[in-house]
């Protein structure tokens, strides 16, 4: 920038002399052109005055370059030092005899004015070069240091120019904002970490429980400590702990693929109602098994757009929760509305219900309310956090309604906009 500065206002500066010098001898020429014929016309006043007093003796006697005579018959004489001169300025004056008088003085052409003027001309461009280079230098200098010496973490904008004190206002404004946003960043990243943290526990916590109860069974079988008629129980048992690696480990997965992305689903126009028939009959047996009543409603024109196996998830894993954290003897409903904004889908029970303080944290990954009755029911703690993505998804809101010991209502609103 400083480089700019110094070349333009250095190309300004000799533009302004050089044109200024031009007009300055160009006026200096027609000034000295003006004052030579003025002169000359005083000395032809002059010599006129003196011709028609002394006669043509005194045009012998002149020490003028040259004079022409014309006489009143039409004859044509020369005096003067230089008589066959051709001098550029003349001034012819009429006579009383009839004749005129020319007198003739020497003014020098543009060019030969410029040549008798060139060593002053070239010590004058020399030293318009001089100054122009010292204005230069030191205009881009001092127009660059206020800028040079901005501080961009907290600009004054006091010490800049007036033309700068928006920008330097913006950069105040930015750098605040960009230290919100880092401290929130930190502050989301701690908290990312955390979660991480916890996330490695509990996998290696819900990990270890079914592993140590398989690597016992097997040990006790291998070791032939069991009694032949035991031997399908020790079996079972490893079945049971297999298959609930299995199930956490695929809703792992599950939920990592939600979170970035990385799940491929086709999205389409589905119909609801034969998903929540078909989940129903699904968890039928569970919830007879706990003596907890199924029941659902929902129009059979209702559709809905987007991913019908994710819609089937979520209403799965709600449903389930219902069950497992109902009563003996408890309902367990699913309704479906049209609604102002879409769809709506409620999932409610009869059973243990949430405290307030921690309906907000169910949805985390692992987390328990009562963590002596999730032991019970079995489950792996995953399936509320895949709720909360699948609802992503979908664009989907999610409101809880809990009371303890009473029950609890978990909404979904759906939006059917494409």
Not at 41 to 62: D, N, R
């Amino acid at each position: 920038m400083k480089e700019k500065i110094f070349k333009y206002v250095f190309s300004l500066s000799m533009a302004v002399f050089l044109i200024t010098g031009t007009v300055f001898s160009i006026g200096l020429y027609v000034h000295f052109s003006k004052e030579v014929r003025e002169e000359t016309k005083e000395t032809a006043a002059v010599l006129k005055e003196a011709y028609e007093k002394e006669g043509e003796a005194v045009l012998k006697t002149t020490a003028i370059k040259k004079v022409t005579l014309k006489t009143s018959d039409g004859g044509i004489k020369n005096y003067g030092t230089d008589k066959q001169a051709h001098d550029q300025t003349w001034v012819t004056l009429p006579l009383k005899d009839g004749g005129s008088l020319t007198v003739y003085s020497a003014r020098p052409s543009l060019s030969r004015f410029i040549i008798n003027i060139f060593y002053p001309l070239v010590i004058g461009v020399f030293s318009a070069v001089l100054i122009a280079l010292f204005l230069a230098s030191h205009m881009a200098k001092n127009l660059v240091k206020p800028l040079n010496e901005i501080n961009l973490e907290n600009p004054d904008d006091r010490d800049i120019y007036d033309e700068l004190k928006p920008l330097a206002r913006r950069i105040v404004s930015q750098n605040r904002q960009i230290y919100r946003q880092m401290k929130q960043l930190r502050r989301e990243h701690a908290r990312q970490d955390k979660l991480r943290r916890e996330f490695t526990a509990n996998v290696t916590h819900e990990l270890k429980t079914p592993l140590t109860a398989i690597s016992g069974s097997a040990e006790i079988l291998k070791n032939g400590l069991v009694q032949p008629q035991d031997v399908p129980h020790f079996a079972d048992n490893i079945y049971k702990e297999s298959q609930r690696m299995i199930t956490l480990v695929g809703d792992i997965i599950e939920l990592s693929e939600l979170e970035d992305g990385s799940q491929k689903l086709s999205k389409s126009d589905f119909s609801v109602f034969p998903i929540v028939e078909q989940a129903i009959k699904r968890l039928s047996p569970s919830a007879k098994k706990r003596d907890v009543a199924l029941s659902f409603s929902c129009p059979e024109d209702v559709t809905l757009y987007g991913s019908s196996a994710l819609f089937e998830e979520i209403l799965c894993n709600l449903l389930d929760n219902a069950i497992k954290y109902n009563r003996p003897g408890g309902r367990a409903t699913a309704a479906v509305k049209r609604c102002d904004t879409g769809l709506k889908l409620s999932v409610s029970d009869t059973g243990i219900g949430i405290e307030k303080i921690e309906q907000e944290r169910i949805f985390e990954r692992f987390y328990r309310v009562n963590k002596s009755r999730s032991k019970e029911v079995g489950g792996t703690g995953l399936g509320l956090s895949i709720v909360k993505h699948a609802a992503v998804y979908f664009g989907a809101v999610i409101s809880v309604d809990s009371t303890p010991n009473v029950g609890t209502t978990v909404t979904v609103r759906f939006p059917t906009n494409k």
